[in-house]
T-cell receptor, first 114, second 117 residues
């Protein structure tokens, strides 16, 4: 049983560029979550999916952010027109609906916007 | 909205000793879960322990135990026989049991624990 994987692990981009991150959850998990963690802070919820449906979005998820989970398996998080304030660790987690409530986290994608 | 407060930004403990990390939270919910997660340096977040609010018995996982005081909205983590591998950031987290906003984890700012040989 492999854990949650994320790709890439690190991304450096220039302000104004678009970036896309991928998350592969634990295979039998149908819930998938995205969080953002800035330096010295705990993770903050961005959005979550149950299967392919995006059920909740945080107000932190501005119009420049979009997330998809087209087949209910992997998910992508895209940030358009990146800003320096987008620099953070982007964490993905997964869990099983009807199972234990705890979420299992991936290693994260560290985004640096220059 | 829920808030989680960890008032100890950094702590240290001698190897083999016991340390307690504090967490308080604020919520109007009656049913919820509380978690402690561990984030070792440059490694991913790992679940340490979970507590259901409806359970009066404190959760225990090997060397890790909690002191859950529902009325006081307090949820501390005790680590016994500290090991070097316990060095990490520890996050306290809250999750609603049901309704809008459930399944979202609300995290504290974390406590950086260093275990000293």
């Amino acid at each position: 049983d492999t854990g949650v994987s994320q790709d890439p692990r690190h991304k450096i981009t220039k302000r104004g560029q678009n970036v896309t991150f991928r998350c592969d959850p634990i295979s039998e998990h149908n819930r998938l979550y995205w969080y953002r963690q800035t330096l010295g802070q705990g993770p903050e919820f961005l959005t979550y999916f149950q299967n392919e449906a995006q059920l909740e979005k945080s107000r932190l998820l501005s119009d420049r952010f979009s997330a998809e989970r087209p087949k209910g398996s992997f998910s992508t998080l895209e940030i358009q027109r990146t800003e320096q304030g987008d620099s953070a660790m982007y964490l993905c987690a997964s869990s099983l609906a009807g199972g234990p409530p705890e979420q299992y986290f991936g290693p994260g994608t560290r985004l640096t916007v220059t | 909205a829920q808030t989680v407060t960890q008032s100890q930004p950094e702590m240290s403990v001698q190897e083999a000793e016991t340390v307690t990390l504090s967490c308080t939270y604020d919520t109007s919910e009656s049913n919820y879960y509380l978690f402690w997660y561990k984030q070792p340096p440059s490694r991913q977040m790992i679940l340490v322990i979970r507590q259901e609010a409806y359970k009066q018995q404190n959760a225990t996982e090997n060397r890790f135990s909690v002191n859950f005081q529902k009325a006081a909205k307090s949820f501390s983590l005790k680590i016994s026989d500290s090991q070097l591998g316990d060095t990490a950031m520890y996050f306290c987290a809250f999750m609603k049991y049901s309704g809008a906003g459930s399944y979202q984890l609300t995290f504290g700012k974390g406590t950086k624990l260093s275990v000293i040989p």
